[in-house]
């Protein structure tokens, strides 16, 4: 009579399905869309509002050499210096548009199993708390809300469950 090898004898292994998204996840990847909607949203509403300020309406742009030339006719009039405003504009535009995609980016990816969104969220988050400690140094108190909602999303990507979930 054959015996089967007893490597074989149990059947081929069960197949474990990975654990499911906790929900201090889902809420960070939550709050970081909504946090990404708003950055672009103000970066959006930003140049609009410039635009608006210098006489520009969006139809009326055909090209940007258009939108440069009256922004730089606007600060000739104003008496402002074109170099310091373009930084001003910049900043302005250029912070909340790009951390808005990132973060956007980072809340799309941060349901994929792996060890380097944990350590992508915590860094971006850090470099954000930062920005609003920075600013809680100018007196701004409305920096308190965003920096407790970044420290709160490190301590959700950090917890226990979350970090199961991306070991899984």
């Avoid at 969006?58 to 009039?77: I, K, T, W």
């Avoid at 951390?99 to 380097?116: E, P």
């Amino acid at each position: 009579m054959y015996t089967p090898h007893p490597q074989y004898a149990y059947g081929p292994a069960v197949r474990q399905e990975p654990p499911p998204i906790p929900g201090g996840v889902t809420a960070v990847r939550v709050l970081m869309f909504l946090g990404g909607c708003l950055g672009v949203l103000t970066a959006l509403a930003v140049a609009v509002l410039l635009g608006a300020v210098m006489g520009m309406s969006p139809g009326e742009v055909s090209n940007l050499s258009d939108a440069q030339r009256v922004a730089l006719e606007f600060m000739a009039d104003e008496g402002m210096d074109p170099e310091v405003m373009a930084v001003v504009i910049g900043l302005f535009i250029g912070v909340p548009g790009v951390t808005g995609l990132a973060s956007l980016f980072l809340s799309a990816a941060a349901g994929r199993r792996s060890r380097m969104w944990p350590v992508c969220i915590v860094l971006f988050q850090a470099l954000l708390a930062l920005g609003y400690l920075v600013n809680l140094l100018f007196l701004n108190l409305l920096a308190l809300v965003p920096l407790a909602l970044c420290v709160l999303k490190i301590c959700l990507v950090c917890g226990p469950r979350a970090r199961a979930y991306y070991a899984s």
